[in-house]
């Protein structure tokens, strides 16, 4: 099996209805070296569905993972399996995800109470995979939230093979909280993920809840071996270039203007369109570009007024450039 790369320091967490392929393309402009994530996908989806469409990406988004929802070893094998058959660099179980939906079908964030069942998981898609299969995991949920249940749930994991755990340092409150406010009401105790790469060395501990600034970033990668940045990538994804600049010793490249993601943007929508996606299903992705600018918020209402209309093209992107100072 080929290791996780550790030189992977930033990454961008896998955020339902947000980081699709549109997103992760747009988000590759801007960060060169970050590893993404997909959204989260059903293993049942890709075993009853269209698998080939679910898992399609563009060959630029590398390094991209996969991350997988389910409990069913056997059916995630197979779902393993075909992430790696489509070129995935790294297929990542949930462990994280509070919703009811998922709580329902017996993944996610309540899976943390059945490492075994986890375990037996990764141990099948590890057998059929020749890519890494890694955890994302809370740090706890609802009443079991101490440390040592934290350590145990990882030691299990460990002892079935897994090295590499993305820990988003928040428990999550599976009854009473709903999944917008698990990422922001339970508190933050990175203290607990420095303890577990304290106490396994070994391990690829990646942090992730609530990082906002280089300053943080730098300030984490003292301790643990990679962040993973949420919501922050996508409300001010210009952000992302100032980390690649600061992380990451590049002797050519040079981050562009807003402007020109942009310009490198519109070769993909048309490519995108000509294939039946609608406009506003790429430029949704766009909006915090010029988030704290002159002229974002004309940027953002234009787009958010002209892409849903019958007919829009490439000209209401080129309308909404033109409300821009050219320097931004």
Same mark, same amino acid.
């Given at each position: ?137 809370? %740090? $706890? ?7 040592? &249940? !934290?350590? +145990?749930?990882? =030691?299990? @994991? ?70 993973? %940045? $949420? ?7 210009? &952000? !992302?270039? +100032?980390?690649? =600049?600061? @992380? ?81």
């Amino acid at each position: 099996m080929v290791g996780y790369s550790t030189t992977c320091k930033v990454s961008i967490a896998p955020m339902m209805d947000w980081t699709d392929r549109h997103c992760r393309f747009f988000l590759r402009l801007l960060a060169p070296s970050a590893r993404l994530y997909t959204e989260m996908v059903t293993a049942a989806a890709l075993t009853h569905g269209d698998a080939e469409r679910l898992l399609q990406f563009d060959v630029v988004e590398h390094p991209v993972a996969l991350q997988l929802g389910g409990s069913d070893p056997k059916m995630m094998a197979d779902a393993a399996k075909l992430g790696a058959q489509a070129g995935y660099d790294e297929i990542n179980i949930n462990v994280g995800c509070p919703s009811d939906r998922v709580q329902s079908g017996q993944f996610g964030a309540c899976l943390m109470s059945s490492p075994d069942v986890v375990a037996s998981c990764f141990k099948e898609m590890s057998s059929v995979s020749d890519v890494p299969v890694t955890v994302k995991t809370r %740090i $706890g949920i609802d009443d079991q939230i101490s440390y040592e &249940f !934290l350590r +145990e749930f990882i =030691a299990i @994991l460990h002892t079935a093979g897994c090295d590499t755990f993305i820990v988003h340092a928040r428990v999550a409150i599976l009854q009473g909280l709903s999944p917008r406010e698990n990422r922001s009401v339970p508190p933050l105790h990175y203290d607990r993920v420095y303890e577990l790469k304290r106490e396994f060395p070994d391990l690829t501990i990646v942090l992730n809840g609530g990082i906002v600034s280089t300053e943080q970033v730098l300030s984490h990668l003292e301790t643990v071996d990679g962040v993973m %940045i $949420g919501r922050q990538a996508y409300h001010q994804p210009y &952000f !992302l270039t +100032e980390l690649e =600049a600061v @992380l990451f010793d590049h002797k050519d490249w040079q981050a562009p203007s807003r402007h020109e993601v942009i310009e490198l943007m519109i070769p993909y929508i048309e490519r995108q369109m000509s294939a039946g996606t609608e406009l506003k299903n790429i430029t949704r992705h766009l909006l915090g570009l010029y988030a704290g600018q002159p002229g974002a918020r004309a940027w953002r209402r234009h787009l958010s007024e002209h892409t849903h209309l019958p007919g829009a093209g490439i000209e209401v992107l080129q309308e909404a450039l033109a409300k821009l100072p050219k320097a931004a």
